[in-house]
């Protein structure tokens, strides 16, 4: 009895443990064949040792009967987990695989678009300027006014399209970089008006620093056109207006990072819509910026959520990132004063 109970002992942790592991449910078929397996096996063998070698006490024949069952089974269970862990493993590599060469096919058909568009909408369009601001020297109007601004919003839209189209694809050599400074500096490259940026990471992490700028500038970017409470105009192509109250915060959390603000947030129906290549927002904006994020975020293998922050605003969660420093226990949080472009 007391051999018994070791491996009696296994097959019920095991059970137990088998619940609470991240091996799923599809695999649980698997494993109990081995289970059984390894049960019927093992005690079918040691029934015939029992034939071949009797005892001559049936309770001695019962005890060692349990004991090949319980070996076999146990034996059985740890193979069975094993080759399901193996399984959920390769898997796991493969979806990982056909998710990068999904990417990446996205990635050529988007540079073939970008050329498309660098070379069969750029040339007609410079002709079609030029010629427009010939005509405005001789004379000016209302209406030439209002073509340049169409041709000026054309350029404009081009211009974000090819760099969405160029964003993300290529991660130069990653190297580690100091948040805290980054994002100073992103805030202060980017037109934010009266808004204020509360910084408080402090991390080291390993990114492309080049892209890592341009997903700060864009969300940055995205808090003053499209966070602001009150007082936001219609119009908002030249970024130099913004939401005295708007405050942008800039957080540590578990594997990665926050960008929050206290705006009007996005509804939770369209959260999951807005890092899509072709969102437009109902002022006829395209959503290119947040998508570049997007786009930055999956050329370093990382993760993007979007939420809602404390103050009711929206709050982008980049989380997986590998960091180069210790985590500190003593967050140094720095908080800044609104800051003029």
């Not at 660098?118 to 079609?128: E, F, G, K, Q």
């Not at 169409?150 to 189209?165: F, K, P, S, V, W």
């Not at 915060?249 to 899509?276: C, T």
């Not at 290549?277 to 975020?297: C, F, H, N, S």
């Amino acid at each position: 009895m007391l051999a018994i109970v070791p491996f009696a002992a296994a097959i019920i942790v095991g059970g137990f443990w088998l619940g609470n592991s991240k091996i799923g449910p599809d695999q649980y078929r698997r494993i109990g064949v081995w289970f059984a397996g390894g049960l019927v096996s093992f005690l079918l063998l040691n029934v015939v040792m029992i034939f071949t070698w009797p005892t001559g006490s049936l309770s001695e024949d019962i005890g060692w009967a349990l004991f090949a069952a319980d070996v076999g089974g146990a034996g059985g269970l740890v193979m069975g987990v094993f080759e399901a862990r193996a399984i959920s493993r390769a898997v796991e590599a493969e979806r990982q695989r056909l998710r990068r060469e999904a990417i990446e096919q996205r990635n050529e058909r988007l540079n073939e678009f970008a050329a498309v568009v660098a070379h069969d909408l750029r040339n007609p369009l410079n002709v079609a300027s030029g010629q427009l601001e010939l005509e405005r020297m001789d004379r000016d109007s209302e209406h030439l006014e209002t073509a340049a601004t169409a041709m000026n919003r054309m350029e404009t839209l081009i211009d974000r399209t090819l760099t969405l189209a160029r964003s993300g694809h290529v991660i130069s050599d990653t190297e580690a970089v100091a948040l805290g400074e980054l994002v100073d500096s992103c805030w202060e490259a980017v037109p934010t008006a009266d808004a204020t940026l509360e910084n408080e990471v402090t991390a080291v992490i390993d990114a492309d620093p080049d892209r890592l700028r341009h997903l700060f500038e864009n969300l940055f970017r995205n808090a003053v056109e499209h966070g602001p409470t009150s007082g936001r105009p219609e119009a908002d192509n030249n970024l130099d207006h913004g939401s005295t109250d708007l405050t942008v915060r800039v957080g540590e959390m578990a594997g990665g990072f926050y960008v929050a603000d206290n705006g009007s947030g996005i509804p939770p129906e369209k959260r999951d819509a807005v890092l899509d290549d072709g969102y437009t927002t109902t002022d006829g904006e395209g959503g290119l910026g947040l998508a570049i994020v997007q786009r930055i975020v999956e050329a370093h293998g990382w993760e993007i959520d979007v939420t809602e922050s404390d103050g009711g605003g929206t709050r982008f969660e980049i989380t997986d990132i590998t960091r180069t420093d210790g985590p500190e226990e003593d967050t140094d949080t720095r908080s800044k004063t609104p800051i003029q472009p």
